[in-house]
């Protein structure tokens, strides 16, 4: 099983990222998915999450209106496009997969600074 992510990087407050979760191993189509994140001396914190459809989606307030998940049950991916960064969204981001078990993968570093 793996969870793979990529898309993380350097960027300019204002600025836009797409986060990708590559997923292999299990039923992907079978699990919800979630993407957290988790700053330096926080805890981490849950970002978005799309239903294993993909009918559904609930944010945190934090990135409501910014953030958008989505998912292509075909490519076994999950994507986090995200706009209007602000500092405050720098952190390492993780994807999560829910079902039977829960698989996470290893987490890709999004740092908006000028």
């Known amino acids: 099983v793996q969870l793979v992510e990529s898309g993380g990087g350097l960027v300019q407050p204002g600025g836009s990222l797409r986060l990708s979760c590559a997923a292999s191993?299990?039923?992907?189509?079978?699990?919800?998915m979630r993407w957290y994140r988790q700053a330096p001396g926080k805890e981490r914190e849950l970002v978005a999450r799309?239903?294993?459809?993909?009918?559904?989606?609930n944010y945190a307030d934090s990135v409501k209106g910014r953030f958008t998940i989505s998912r292509d049950n075909a490519k076994n991916t999950v994507y986090l496009q995200m706009n209007s960064l602000k500092p405050e969204d720098t952190a390492v981001y993780y994807c999560?997969?829910?079902?039977?078990?829960?698989?996470w993968g290893q987490g890709t570093q999004v740092t908006v600074s000028s």
């Open positions: 799309i239903t294993s459809a993909g009918g559904s989606t």
């Open positions: 999560c997969g829910l079902g039977p078990y829960d698989y």
């Open positions: 191993g299990f039923t992907f189509s079978s699990y919800a």
